[in-house]
């Protein structure tokens, strides 16, 4: 009886041989196609990254990639040649992703058309984990179960190219093959409407149709992320909190913020306060020599600014926001910093839409413009954040830097500091959670937030973002 690597060693020479004998060249259509794979890639990868592409065949899709970086395997060395022909700056190896053999690790690892080609799809993805890194993100692309009848026609005239007998994998099957090899599944993002190049037809209706109806595309992308374990050593917290007109917060703010991790720091960020802020907030730190506590004025406007002003004097493993006025309390921080510590999420985000609030917390018409703004950013985003507007937002200084690197793709648009960190976040296929809280009325002064100005500036930052994420 075979065993199970014979087994799956026979599978693989039988692809080998099938793409031994295939063209090398693409056609027409093949081309287009991956052009335009090659733009959604492009979006998804940064061009610092390394990228490992597992089955890359003969280039064709790693030679479109801006990556620095860039890494191919195959089964067929004839494809490889060509490869390496197509992309000079390359490094390439006659390898299977069953039984992986390279140094690493790698920024970016990607599986594109060929994750149904694998003799066993389980093994691939245990195998990655000996060339990744903690912030190693997996990207596979497959076709639908839909698009079957039209992709069988489509070989049978010849407009494309024959394969191998193959799976027919869904994204219930993907993600569950993930999981078993501990990946943890982050964004499924369906895209590709009409994948052939025509007189412009496929921008219209890949750009600015398939978000409508992406249970109808072609292509759907999966991108996924080690299940990193806790932190191996407690990490420190920086807490950042602007406070503009809480004089009396301030006090309170320093004796309910608990010490969490390797220790807590707070950042209190002043922004041109009409009461006595920034006395008070001098006032706590000298009554408070044993905490570590700094302070300092803006000199720009909005929250967004202060946000960015205290997290660049931040010296914490792990970065917090804090609205001064408390209606988030900050007894419930513990709460972020385990989901980060335990590496559940990357990306922690407030939520105070779960449990019941405050009767004079939120006003009808802002909490049904919350739910509304929650149910649209789960959309653009691709992953569950019910909240957008809770002031309260937790991710690690490592990650925060990332997405500062990355600001100017979205730009200096955001007032409020919220939407920068999540649009970033979402960016870098972060893995977000949210964090349910118990919402607060609150105890002293009134609100900064002006609801029909703030709610127009919202909504034109939901259409930035749809032009930026959506329609691409």
Not at 61 to 76: C, E, M, Q
Not at 183 to 209: A, D, E, K, Y
Request: net charge positive.
């Amino acid at each position: 009886m075979s065993t199970v690597s014979e087994l799956t060693q026979s599978h693989l020479e039988k692809i080998r041989a099938f793409y031994d004998a295939a063209p090398t060249t693409p056609n027409y259509f093949s081309r287009g196609y991956h052009r335009l794979l090659a733009h959604y890639y492009n979006l998804l990868i940064p061009a610092d990254a390394s990228v490992l592409e597992i089955g890359c065949g003969s280039g064709e899709l790693l030679a479109g990639l801006h990556a620095t970086r860039k890494t191919g395997i195959d089964l067929s060395a004839v494809q490889l040649k060509a490869a390496a022909a197509r992309v000079p700056g390359a490094v390439f190896h006659v390898q299977s992703g069953e039984f992986l053999e390279l140094p690493g690790p790698y920024d970016y690892i990607i599986i594109s058309d060929t994750l149904n080609f694998a003799a066993d799809v389980q093994q691939i993805f245990r195998q990655l984990h000996r060339v990744s890194h903690a912030n190693t993100r997996l990207i596979l692309n497959y076709h639908s179960g839909l698009w079957r009848p039209a992709l069988s026609l489509a070989r049978f005239l010849g407009v494309k190219a024959r394969q191998p007998q193959s799976s027919w994998l869904s994204t219930a099957d993907v993600r569950n093959l993930l999981q078993l090899a501990d990946w943890s599944p982050v964004v499924v993002q369906p895209r590709m409407l009409f994948p052939v190049p025509c007189l412009g037809i496929m921008t219209l209706f890949n750009r600015w149709l398939a978000p409508f109806v992406s249970w109808l595309c072609l292509t759907v992308f999966c991108i996924a992320r080690p299940s990193v374990p806790r932190a191996a050593r407690p990490l420190t917290v920086s807490v950042v909190i602007p406070a503009r007109n809480e004089a009396g917060n301030i006090a309170d703010a320093v004796r309910r913020t608990p010490q969490m991790g390797g220790g807590t720091e707070l950042i209190f960020v002043e922004g041109h306060s009409r009461d006595d802020t920034w006395e008070q907030i001098q006032r706590v730190v000298r009554e408070n020599p044993a905490l570590k506590i700094k302070h300092l004025q803006q000199t720009g406007r909005g929250k967004g600014d202060a946000v960015r002003l205290g997290f660049a004097v931040a010296t914490g493993d792990v970065l917090m926001i804090l609205d001064a006025d408390l209606t988030m309390p900050p007894e419930e921080l513990p709460k972020f910093y385990d989901v980060i510590a335990s590496g559940r999420a990357e990306f922690a985000n407030g939520v105070r839409l779960v449990y019941p609030m405050d009767e004079e917390a939120m006003q009808f018409l802002n909490l049904c413009a919350n739910k509304t703004f929650g149910l649209i950013f789960t959309w653009l985003l691709g992953q569950q954040v019910k909240d957008t507007l809770c002031g309260t937002k937790v991710l690690t200084r490592e990650h925060y830097e990332r997405i500062a690197a990355n600001r100017a793709y979205f730009g200096d648009f955001d007032p409020f500091g919220d939407f920068d960190l999540l649009f970033g976040a979402a960016k870098l296929n972060l893995k977000i959670a949210d964090v349910p809280i118990r919402y607060r009325q609150r105890t002293y002064g009134t609100t900064n937030i002006q609801r029909w100005s703030h709610g127009w500036l919202l909504l034109r930052m939901v259409l930035f973002a749809a032009r930026k994420l959506k329609f691409v």
